[in-house]
């Protein structure tokens, strides 16, 4: 095919990817990494439950998934209080984040969202068409009142807001978000990120509301559910908001492996409990990490820390360089000041063990 077959937006698109995957980086070092700790995975794995049901269901694979992901919608219902047409299932949050842009973006269409954000939702904003407008974090934290300022100001329709955030791990109590999605301007619609609330305090998340239709909230099974590599999330809203997606989305894209583990998983009412303590615990691991090594710890609601490194984006840089060549993967966050960090995802003690011990030794390099 002839280069000017594709569609404008195609051929005028830089070629970027939002996050280059630690295979990627393994195969151009020719060896594997010793501690996985950049993608806020949850190393703590899935539940037990979940295991066994995705074992059981491997042999059935030959059937296709329910395309109404009908009995996780019902569990999901159940679990927050709502109905099965207040949920919508989709591969990922990441996913559910590129059929949402598709349903509200058209040529240049505003959008707001932070400086140094959540880099996949820039990268759908981008693909559909429209046009960013970030507001920069405030003390390590996203600016509820700079998002509405903005909204207002370029009439944006979609307005994207992490809670707890990532990368910083930093996270709003309940009254602010709720004061934000009561201002959410008429027109426009909240994306309330909640891909790490299974980590937050109780105060953190506002009461569902699902009669308002400007708010979205999504969910994951990649991190506290433990399933990243099943691809699985969930949306939920008002009705009519929710039956939108199934105009656009891929029907047959949930497998039904993730489905049958999901719904295990959340039948596990061991699980989260479980997760939230070791989370916690490895929360604490990194933060002595730090403060060992004379650097300090941002304090993080979510199953990630970052560590302020004390100086500028390069230093950070040639940290995370320096963890990499030891074979520690991290990731840090993309623009100043928040770049003066790495992000260190939490994970069992003998991943942490390595970046303990390899942690030193990057630091006195760079002295040197
Ligand atoms: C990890 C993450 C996601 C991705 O969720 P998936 O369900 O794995 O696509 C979404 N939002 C934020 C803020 C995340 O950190």
């Known amino acids: 095919m002839s280069g000017s077959s594709y569609t404008?937006?195609?051929?005028?698109?830089?070629?970027?990817?939002?996050?280059?995957?630690?295979?990627?980086?393994?195969?151009?070092?020719?060896?594997?990494?010793?501690?996985?700790?950049?993608?806020?995975?949850?190393?703590?794995?899935?539940?037990?439950?979940?295991?066994?049901?995705?074992?059981?269901?491997?042999?059935?694979?030959?059937?296709?998934?329910?395309?109404?992901?009908?009995?996780?919608?019902?569990?999901?219902?159940?679990?927050?209080?709502v109905k099965s047409d207040n949920i919508i299932v989709g591969e990922g949050i990441d996913a559910l984040l590129g059929y949402l842009t598709q349903m509200i973006i058209t040529d240049k269409t505003p959008v707001v969202t932070s400086l140094g954000a959540y880099?996949?939702?820039?990268?759908?904003?981008?693909?559909?068409?429209?046009?960013?407008?970030?507001?920069?974090?405030?003390?390590?934290h996203e600016d509820p009142e700079a998002l509405l300022t903005k909204a207002k100001e370029?009439?944006?329709?979609?307005?994207?807001?992490?809670?707890?955030?990532?990368?910083?791990?930093?996270?709003?109590n309940a009254d602010v978000v709720q004061s934000l999605i009561d201002q959410v301007p008429d027109g426009s619609l909240l994306i309330l990120d909640e891909a790490y609330i299974e980590f937050a305090p109780a105060g953190a998340a506002p009461p569902l509301d699902v009669t308002n239709d400007k708010v979205i909230r999504f969910r994951t099974f990649s991190k506290a559910y433990g399933m990243a590599g099943a691809r699985i999330g969930y949306g939920i809203g008002e009705a009519r908001l929710i039956d939108a997606f199934n105009k656009v989305r891929n029907h047959f894209g949930v497998n039904r492996i993730a489905q049958i583990g999901a719904l295990a998983s959340l039948h596990d009412e061991e699980h989260i409990p479980r997760v939230r303590e070791l989370v916690n615990r490895a929360r604490n691991r990194i933060k002595q990490i730090a403060e060992k090594n004379g650097l300090s710890a941002l304090e993080s609601t979510a199953n990630f820390v970052a560590i302020d490194c004390g100086r500028d984006g390069a230093y950070a840089k040639a940290v995370l360089n320096g963890l990499a060549e030891q074979g520690v993967f991290v990731r840090m966050p993309g623009v100043p000041p928040q770049n003066r960090c790495i992000r260190v995802s939490t994970g069992p003690d003998a991943a942490l063990e390595i970046f303990a011990e390899t942690l030193p030794i990057v630091i006195a390099g760079l002295q040197a």
């Open 8 to 81: 404008s937006l195609v051929r005028d698109l830089p070629s970027t990817v939002p996050f280059v995957g630690p295979e990627t980086q393994e195969r151009a070092m020719g060896r594997p990494f010793r501690a996985r700790l950049g993608a806020n995975e949850n190393g703590f794995g899935p539940s037990q439950k979940a295991v066994e049901a995705m074992a059981r269901a491997a042999g059935e694979v030959w059937q296709y998934g329910d395309p109404e992901n009908h009995d996780l919608k019902k569990a999901l219902a159940d679990v927050h209080g």
């Open 119 to 140: 880099p996949t939702f820039n990268f759908h904003v981008s693909r559909a068409g429209g046009t960013l407008h970030m507001v920069p974090f405030h003390g390590d």
């Open 154 to 172: 370029t009439k944006a329709p979609l307005i994207y807001f992490a809670n707890p955030d990532n990368p910083m791990g930093t996270w709003h």
